[in-house]
């Protein structure tokens, strides 16, 4: 494609021009001291409406796994499941920044990142990846293969064995230095922007103050250029008692089991489907089918 036919704006499904999130804009966004909004979503409908509602950067997280896929932590998810979400974000999205997880186990040395990473932009259209810990060598390694980078750092899901839970971290001075020295790393390294979480609100302004890349913080204060969201958190559709961080910005829980039992007691007292719901044959059908009825109990009499 030629740099003039290269579309810098997209349409929206209603034709109106939508100016597309990419990396750089979010360091844009940063330098103009916009706060970037930034959700989980894994799914069509799901990921559609939060781009519909503005949100900047939808990330495919490997929180997947359990919100999702119901499993105990976000070990379990593999790349081909986290390739599979994408591809259905991919389809729905038009202006947000897509970007994938990797998940656990899909990045222990470099080659094998990036060969992920790869399938990542290849097979689900990913504008990103997301990588958790400071892989200084491997975040760089796909700078240079064109491949931008989200890194995460402070409680890093994937290492819930080493941490022994999900704990706060780099509640020391030493470990905030380590930090720092960690986000400034990645940044240097080529990382677009890390999310921090779980982590002092303190530690976080300062990494937020001192870094040119944007973070996002999740657990991590209001001080960060961004906030990121787990979108069943942001809805209650967990079944377990939220974490201090976040905000219900509404019951969809209570709402869906209201609606489905609305609707089960609707079928078992034959309340759902009314006439009006039903499809009817035209008249002159109904009368010849009433007419041979008629006939046929008149042939039996
Ligand atoms: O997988 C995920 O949802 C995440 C966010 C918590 C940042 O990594």
Do not use: W
């Amino acid at each position: 494609m030629s740099l003039t036919s290269f579309p810098g704006t997209n349409s929206s499904p209603n034709g109106a021009p939508i100016t597309k999130i990419t990396m750089p804009a979010l360091t844009d966004m940063k330098r103009q001291g916009k706060p970037i909004s930034a959700l989980t979503a894994y799914d069509y409908a799901t990921s559609r409406l939060a781009d519909e509602a503005g949100i900047d950067f939808i990330l495919v997280g490997d929180s997947l796994a359990m919100v999702i896929l119901g499993h105990e932590n976000t070990l379990a998810v593999t790349v081909d499941e986290m390739i599979h979400h994408t591809r259905a974000v991919r389809r729905a999205v038009h202006r947000a920044l897509v970007v994938s997880d990797m998940p656990f186990g899909s990045y222990n040395s470099v080659a094998e990142g990036l060969a992920n990473a790869v399938r990542f932009v290849k097979e689900a259209g990913a504008e990103a990846v997301k990588i958790e810990g400071p892989r200084i060598e491997l975040v760089h390694a796909l700078t240079e293969a064109e491949i931008p980078v989200v890194a995460h750092l402070g409680l890093t899901p994937q290492s819930v064995h080493r941490m022994g839970g999900y704990r706060v971290q780099a509640r020391t001075a030493e470990t905030v230095l380590q930090l720092k020295a960690d986000a400034h790393a990645l940044a240097d390294a080529g990382a677009g922007a890390i999310v921090l979480e779980g982590i002092p609100r303190e530690a976080a302004a300062q990494i937020t103050a001192e870094l040119p890349a944007p973070t996002i913080g999740i657990g991590a204060g209001p001080d960060c250029d961004g906030q990121i969201l787990v979108f069943h958190d942001l809805l209650n559709l967990t079944f377990a008692p939220p974490a201090k961080f976040v905000r219900r910005y509404a019951d969809a829980g209570t709402l869906i089991r209201s609606a489905i039992e609305h609707y089960r007691e609707d079928v078992e007292h034959r309340a759902f489907p009314s006439d009006e719901e039903s499809y009817h044959l035209p008249e002159a059908v109904r009368k010849a089918l009433d007419d041979m009825q008629q006939a046929a109990t008149l042939r039996k009499a």
